[in-house]
């Protein structure tokens, strides 16, 4: 065997050996799936224009929904998360997006965002995000949101609150199903969370 062939016949070797070795190796897992929450989508305007300006702060949730995991309860006091897919984000920043995102949707105010953006808006809305998570009855999913909310002035005052809850069952018991509960519930909660919010503040302002 000549030299050149001997050094073919090692380079083949050589890659068979390598290719062996990587189709030993463990293959990376599937990336988890990730979640967003819908804001409201209004196919019309529903009522005048106005002419106040709103922040919305950064909603306020124990740690059990500040994070990127889908909170589950099967028993009363005992919290579990999904195992697979996750939120985009953090649940209360989330939250926040779609607030601020159905707000603009309306198409009544111009003048809406975070507190960075609006520090000197008239209204301030505060958000204390009571439950987010899938509450399993009889074996059978429902996607729980409770909003409990406030109208403000950002220094102190108080001009209305009020607590938005929706509940809405889950077609099946896979995560998506669940997912997809949860926007529905949440589209319900902001509806009305939006439409209060332009009520309360518009009052305030006409007085």
Aim: proline fraction near 5%; glycine fraction near 6%.
């Amino acid at each position: 065997m000549t030299m050149n062939s001997s050094r073919i016949a090692l380079a083949i070797a050589a890659a068979g050996l390598l290719s062996a070795c990587v189709s030993v190796l463990p293959k990376a897992p599937p990336a988890a799936a990730r979640y967003l929450l819908s804001p409201v989508d209004f196919s019309a305007e529903e009522g005048p224009k106005v002419s106040w300006s709103l922040a919305v702060d950064d909603p306020q949730s124990t740690r059990v929904y500040d994070t990127t995991k889908i909170a589950l309860v099967r028993a009363p006091g005992r919290v579990e998360y999904y195992a697979t897919g996750e939120w985009a984000d953090r649940g209360p920043r989330l939250v926040e997006a779609a607030i601020i995102r159905s707000f603009e949707n309306s198409g009544r105010i111009l003048g809406v965002g975070d507190r960075a953006t609006m520090a000197l808006s008239d209204f301030v809305l505060e958000t204390d995000i009571r439950t987010l998570h899938a509450t399993y009855e009889n074996g059978a999913p429902n996607a729980t949101i409770e909003i409990f909310a406030r109208l403000t002035n950002g220094r102190g005052k108080i001009y209305a609150a009020k607590l938005f809850k929706h509940a809405e069952p889950a077609s099946g018991d896979t995560e998506p199903d669940v997912v997809k509960a949860f926007d529905g519930a949440m589209t319900e909660t902001l509806r009305e969370l939006v439409e209060w919010t332009f009520a309360e503040a518009s009052a305030r302002k006409s007085q």
